[in-house]
């Protein structure tokens, strides 16, 4: 190891493998995360709160279109998908997949496998056949819970290559799925399911979570994660998301995403919060009326969903009054500083950064509610952690990035307790994952003066032009600050003279034409800003960037058609990104 010292963030080194101690005292060696989120309630006064209050898309037009489940409502219905899946022969360890809009019976399905000790891993409702196959054989499926009309669609025409499926639990059974063998009416099983209580007595180091990640730099992998994660997901949800009992808490993300299970699901319910769950799509107007109506606490988005609201336009944003909303977090992808201000000037909320990955199944660096915010960090590690950024390593032998401003791979001190135990079928990739104690995370950042960390970029899209290392972030944010910018995403193109040179795709707000007097206009507020060197040299523009279906810019996929490449896995692109 280099002789410099990581930096230092550390409120008792020990702080988390004592509280997961503390956890197995308490429970006599039993860890398990539904006990934690559910069960660990029953007994206090959070018993009769409300645990899920689900908006039905029909919302606001139907009166019946609230419906509300408390702790111990929960938990019953818990119990009996946990003694509906006991009888059907289910083990511990055995995988159950979710492919279901968001409606309360997804939670259920959830916490109940989670109860038995059955792995759960949820897909993303919106995927195709391919990549529902693909995830499905990998992880072993052998419980799928879902709705006959996505079921019909989606896995009927992969359903011979699932040797390991033996149970399809689906909710809306319209009869028609009579003739396939293995399809049970999830309602029907419920509602004769055995209430009684029942948990299976989990470790700390039983499997519980298997994720898949976004696919936005190769083929998504999937990320395990043990039981013991919920005592990271509970006390992170509350430093970094400030989390209380009986907050109506409504995270954005879908369940089929790793931040819609670790703080949609587990982290709120743990914290004794009301989760709010919207089944309907994104909509403007929707969002605006829900934060009002159901006065959030406590909003957990990302900056995609945030530009879209921008794009909606200033009016409709000024039109309500959140001034209800305690905290606003944002993750998934750099929140330009420009988001922030449009945030602060329209809706008058702040909106706080906050940086993690799949592999790390919960918050590492965040904004607190305590913390000054800088427009452009991500904030600072959660306490306990040890976060470091690292400038090389060869050999075991490692150079950390001691200085300010100093360039360096995100690295996390191994062992917290959500870190991932693996990636399914790549020991070699997980193994790689590693240097020494530390976690590698592919993403670059640099650290201020007084600890805050800012995004540089992931490894792969950093651009090498004229010596210098750039951070697309740092790009796309100035572009972004041009009026007639509203999303953009730089790469690299190869360049005899500079090694690459930066080219920008850029989508202009509604009312922007799209001339060369424009793209001239734009060209020269980034060299002002940022200085010939690092200022795009050709700007294209772009009706919409290609994003995973969590919202991540693909800047490979920009890079592969623009030189001609092969264009990888591309089971996440979202679909209204079409063929070039
Ligand atoms: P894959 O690993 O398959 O390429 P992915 O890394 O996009 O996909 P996720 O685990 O869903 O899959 O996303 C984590 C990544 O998202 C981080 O490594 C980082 O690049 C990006 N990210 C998340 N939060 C932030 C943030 N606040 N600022 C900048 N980047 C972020
Ligand atoms: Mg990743």
Same mark, same amino acid.
């Given at each position: 190891m280099g002789s410099a010292k990581p930096f230092q963030n550390i409120v008792g080194k020990e702080f988390w493998s004592n509280e997961v101690t503390q956890l197995m005292h308490d429970n006599h060696g039993v860890v398990n995360i539904c006990q934690e989120a559910i069960?660990? =309630? +029953? %007994?206090?006064? +959070?018993? =009769?709160?409300?645990a899920i209050r689900y908006i039905d898309p029909s919302w606001p037009k139907n009166p019946q279109s609230i419906q509300e489940m408390t702790y111990q409502e929960l938990a019953t219905e818990s119990y009996k998908m946990a003694n509906a899946l006991k009888s059907l022969g289910v083990k511990k360890g055995d995988v159950l997949f979710t492919l279901s809009p968001r409606i309360p019976e997804l939670y259920i399905a959830a916490m109940g496998a989670l109860r038995m000790g059955v792995v759960f891993s949820p897909l993303f *409702?919106?995927? $195709? @056949?391919e990549p529902i196959l693909a995830r499905m054989k990998k992880g072993k499926g052998k419980i799928l819970f879902s709705s006959a009309s996505l079921f019909r669609k989606k896995v009927l025409p992969i359903l011979g290559s699932l040797p390991f499926l033996e149970h399809i639990l689906l909710i809306d059974d319209d009869g028609s799925l009579e003739d396939i063998k293995k399809a049970i009416n999830f309602r029907d099983l419920i509602r004769t399911a055995d209430p009684s209580p029942i948990l299976e007595? %989990? *470790? @700390?180091?039983d499997v519980a979570l298997l994720h898949f990640t976004s696919g936005t730099t190769g083929e998504p992998k999937g990320a395990v994660h043990v039981h013991q994660a919920v005592v990271y997901h509970k006390i992170s949800g509350r430093f970094a998301l400030d989390l209380r009992p009986q907050d109506v808490f409504w995270c954005t993300a879908d369940p089929g995403w790793v931040t819609g299970t670790s703080y949609g699901i587990i982290s709120p319910l743990c914290n004794g919060a009301t989760l709010l769950i919207d089944g309907a799509e994104f909509n403007p107007a929707r969002w605006y009326e829900i934060l009002k109506t159901f006065k959030v606490d406590v909003w957990y988005t990302a900056p995609t969903a945030m530009r879209m609201l921008m794009r909606a336009g200033d009016d409709l944003a000024k039109s309500y009054n959140f001034s209800h909303v305690r905290f606003v977090a944002s993750v998934g992808e750099p929140l330009n500083p420009e988001v922030i201000e449009w945030a602060q000037e329209n809706l008058h909320l702040s909106l706080h950064d906050n940086w993690w990955q799949t592999e790390t $199944? $919960? /918050? /590492? /660096?965040c904004n607190d509610s305590g913390l000054d915010l800088r427009p452009g960090s991500m904030g600072r590690p959660v306490p306990g952690l040890e976060v470091a950024l690292i400038k090389a390593h060869q050999g075991g032998k490692i150079t950390f990035a001691t200085e300010p401003g100093e360039q360096g791979e995100i690295a996390i001190r191994k062992n917290w307790p959500s870190m991932f135990k693996g990636y399914l079928d790549n020991p070699e990739r997980y193994a790689k994952s590693f240097v020494g104690d530390w976690y590698l995370s592919g993403d670059v950042a640099k650290r201020d003066n007084d600890g805050y960390f800012w995004f540089v970029g992931r490894q792969d899209d950093v651009i090498k032009t004229s010596g210098h290392l750039i951070g697309p972030f740092e790009v796309e944010s100035i572009l972004m600050e041009h009026p007639a910018v509203l999303e953009s995403a730089v790469i690299g193109i190869p360049d005899p003279v500079a090694g690459e040179m930066i080219k920008a795709f850029v989508v202009l707000k509604k009312g922007f034409a799209s001339t060369q007097e424009q793209k001239l206009n734009i060209l020269s507020h980034a060299r002002i800003h940022l200085g010939v060197a690092i200022a795009p040299r050709e700007i294209q523009f772009i009706d919409n960037l290609p994003k995973t279906r969590s919202g991540k810019i693909m800047r490979r996929l920009l890079k592969a058609r623009e030189l001609g490449l092969p264009e990888g896995d591309l089971s996440t692109l979202e679909s209204n990104y079409g063929a070039p």
């Open positions: 069960d660990r =309630h +029953l %007994t206090g006064p +959070l018993r =009769h709160a409300v *409702s919106a995927f $195709g @056949p007595p %989990t *470790s @700390p180091d $199944g $919960g /918050i /590492i /660096i």
